[in-house]
Nanobody
Framework: VQLQAYGGGLVQAGASLRLSCVAS????????MAWFRQAPGKEREFVAG????????NYVDSAKGRFTIARDNAKNTVYLQMNSLKPEDTAVYYC???????????????????WGQGTEVTVSS
């Protein structure tokens, strides 16, 4: 499975961005998908996950109420809608895929076998 993430940018605090991750390869729609982020000098952090059918989602506490993960399996695409962005959301955002026996509540990066290249999000105050 190959993942291509895009949609990052420089925005002011309070703005919104939508990240997209397009998957290709062998049966991408059968994978659990997630977004992680990594800020400079920090470890990679789970942000949101979604089940392969899209019926179940999971979020890190700091993203709850502001971010929404969704997927369109017909387009092999996973989205992360980010609203009310804060400077502390600044990071490189990565999409990741795991075999579907890994559920969307799995937050450990090593459980996700496939990774996109990352898209940078910068939120100014």
């Amino acid at each position: 499975v190959q993942l291509q993430a895009y949609g990052g940018g420089l925005v002011q605090a309070g703005a919104s961005l939508r990240l997209s991750c397009v998957a290709s390869g062998s049966s991408p729609n059968t994978y659990t998908m997630a977004w992680f982020r990594q800020a400079p000098g920090k470890e990679r952090e789970f942000v949101a996950g979604i089940s392969w059918r899209g019926g179940s989602t999971n979020y890190v506490d700091s993203a709850k109420g502001r971010f929404t993960i969704a997927r369109d399996n017909a387009k092999n695409t996973v989205y992360l809608q980010m609203n009310s962005l804060k400077p502390e959301d600044t990071a490189v955002y990565y999409c990741a895929a795991a075999h579907n026996f890994v559920n969307e509540f799995t937050t450990t990066p090593k459980e996700y076998f496939y990774w996109g290249q990352g898209t940078e999000v910068t939120v100014s105050s």
